[in-house]
T-cell receptor
Framework: DAKTTQPTSMDCAEGRAANLPCNHS???????VYWYRQIHSQGPQYIIH???NNETNEMASLIITEDRKSSTLILPHATLRDTAVYYC????????????FGQGTRLTINP | SQTIHQWPATLVQPVGSPLSLECTVE??????LYWYRQAAGRGLQLLFY??????ISSEVPQNLSASRPQDRQFILSSKKLLLSDSGFYLC?????????FGPGTRLLVL
């Protein structure tokens, strides 16, 4: 079973920031939050991950609450190519991790 | 970063026929390797993972098997395909929660 809860779908206007929430209230102290996305008919693509501090890379920003029970993925300037299913996953950082992909959030970017 | 190769991209097979899907990895050594399956309109289901040559862990009892004959080669097989084996098969390589996925093989069993 997925250890995270995400909205089933979201819409965002092109050029605006897309904020995707995720709840992970049972996250343990050594687990990280990972975000992946899957564009139609392709394999999932890693986006970003974090432990407790906010993170930013060329694709997105990750905001993790102080109690680590929830997080938000931010796509600062969404484009049509960002339309995809976004998965929030909690997992350890080492060894073989059996990532559990739930249903994710289907994000649609509208022109 | 790593590159994951999978082939074929698409495959149509009759029920009862054998299956062999191959995955090879470039750009890393001794990775953890994974096979996932995604049924139409569904989420990803972990089928097998491997932490080294000859080491296979099965997550779901089913009509499939996996082998890892070389460090960067992972093979998914079946002796007799079932209709329910249809789906999108994805190979992944990684360490911890950081995974790289291949382009996938879309299998249709008729």
């Amino acid at each position: 079973d997925a250890k995270t809860t995400q909205p089933t779908s979201m819409d965002c206007a092109e050029g605006r920031a897309a904020n995707l929430p995720c709840n992970h209230s049972t996250i343990s102290g050594n687990e990280y939050v990972y975000w992946y996305r899957q564009i139609h008919s392709q394999g999932p693509q890693y986006i970003i991950h974090g432990l407790k501090n906010n993170e930013t890379n060329e694709m997105a920003s990750l905001i993790i609450t102080e109690d680590r029970k929830s997080s938000t993925l931010i796509l600062p300037h969404a484009t049509l190519r960002d339309t995809a299913v976004y998965y929030c996953i909690v997992a350890g950082f080492q060894g073989a991790q059996k990532l559990v992909f739930g249903q994710g959030t289907r994000l649609t970017i509208n022109p | 970063s790593q590159t994951i190769h999978q082939w074929p991209a698409t495959l149509v097979q009759p029920v009862g026929s054998p299956l062999s899907l191959e995955c090879t990895v470039e750009g890393t050594s001794n990775p953890n390797l994974y096979w996932y399956r995604q049924a139409a309109g569904r989420g990803l289901q972990l089928l097998f993972y491997s932490v080294g040559i000859g080491q296979i862990s099965s997550e779901v009892p089913q009509n499939l098997s996996a082998s890892r004959p070389q460090d960067r080669q992972f093979i998914l097989s079946s002796k007799k395909l079932l209709l329910s084996d249809s789906g999108f098969y994805l190979c992944a390589s990684g360490f911890g929660g950081l995974m790289y996925f291949g382009p996938g093989t879309r299998l249709l069993v008729l």
